[in-house]
């Protein structure tokens, strides 16, 4: 059974840093492209960042140069590493590909970044 499990979110102060990790089981990431996406209360789910089977990587302008994502093929995991955070950045963050059709979504993990 395809699953993805997001872990890693938590309350932190603006200008804080948090890890964020998307566990896959019942196939292999590192086969696919896979984004980060959040979704804030009232808006769009967006996507924020992606890293494609080669490693190449692509960030929404708003997050551009404050987070970074990358793949653990060994671990079929893949992360996202977040700093200088922002009010904004509070959203409940996703894990998917970005190309076709999504798989089922998981259930998040909620970031918050308030003093």
């Known amino acids: 059974q395809v699953q993805l499990v997001e872990s890693g979110g938590n309350l932190v102060q603006p200008g804080g840093s948090l890890r964020l990790s998307c566990a896959a089981s019942?196939?292999?990431?590192?086969?696919?492209?896979i984004g980060w996406f959040r979704q804030a209360p009232g808006k769009e789910r967006e996507l924020v960042a992606s890293?494609?089977?080669?490693?190449?990587?692509n960030y929404a302008d708003c997050v551009k140069g404050r987070f970074t994502i990358s793949r653990d093929n060994a671990k079929n995991t893949v992360y996202l590493e977040m700093s200088s955070l922002k009010p904004e950045d509070t959203a409940v963050y996703y894990c998917?590909?970005?190309?076709?059709?999504?798989?089922?979504w998981g259930q998040g993990t909620q970031v918050t970044v308030s003093s």
């Open positions: 890293i494609t089977r080669r490693g190449n990587t």
């Open positions: 019942g196939f292999t990431l590192d086969y696919y492209t």
């Open positions: 998917n590909t970005p190309v076709g059709v999504p798989w089922k």
